[in-house]
């Protein structure tokens, strides 16, 4: 495979991923409606990531956040589901991906089936950590890549250099999202099953903290998914970002002002703050937990930032 320099995007983009807690429809509606109508961000990620029993609860709401988003000028993406449990679930998905009027992101692999060379974004819930598999999910119809969150910034350049026709978006803020699993670890904190989990996870907007035996901040769970405790910061100089061909950066929905948190990011990509004031501003928001950086320089991902 050819390695060219990666391209240089002329205006780096700012993109909002889809919400993985779960919040109320009124929650939900009034969050997407700040959104439209006061963050700078360009594109907005929308639908039910994590598990596929929230989303009747939630899916009229999420459909009316769509068009309050499109009306106000948004670049709106439907995510697809990351780990369909059931019959119900697959369907949805399928339902979701063989659309061809949405853009939209898979987050399964199996999903792919029903895209049918439509083009669509791969999330970072996908296991791409090299070229080789950013290609041929480009020849499937890929358009752009969100990488694995855990990946270092000179692995994600080295992707934009060797597939250079592949849009690059950096998960740059946000509890980072590590892992799934077939059990619900909010319902067994709570002595149910995950049958008849009574939706506990609503409990807590952020996901649930996990520390650990001597009481140290280790983990945040959110119904089936696992989170850091650490809220993951991408305060990289938007040089930098060109350079490696990265053509945006993903904000990861909380119950902080991410308002607020957007446009601290686009002054950061305008240069009109450097790395350091963006840290001072996120920390001045009460994020929920420490904010670090290790995984940037393939570090551990707790290293402060």
Known sequence: MTVTPAAAPARLELALGPLFFHWSAVEIGDFYARIAD???VDRVYVGEVVCGKRAPLVDKALARAGERLTAA????????LSLPANRRDRDATALLVADASRRVEVNDMGALFHRA????VAGPLLNVYNEAAAHELMLKGCERLCPPVEMALEDVGAIARRVPALEIELFAFGR???ALSG?????????LARDSCRFVCDRDA???AVTTLDGQNFLAVNGVQTLSHGVHVAAVPPVQLRDLGIGALRL???????VA???AFRALLDDRIGPDGLLATLNALNPPGALVSGYLTGAPGSRAA
């Open 261 to 263: 948190v957007a446009a």
């Open 183 to 191: 059990r619900c670890y909010h319902a067994r904190d709570a002595g």
């Open 176 to 178: 980072a999202p590590l």
């Open 73 to 80: 000028g948004k670049t709106v993406v439907w995510s697809s």
């Open 117 to 120: 060379g439509q083009p669509f």
């Open 38 to 40: 006061e963050a700078p």
């Open 252 to 258: 990861s929905p909380h119950s902080l002002d991410m």
């Open 206 to 208: 952020d996901g649930m």
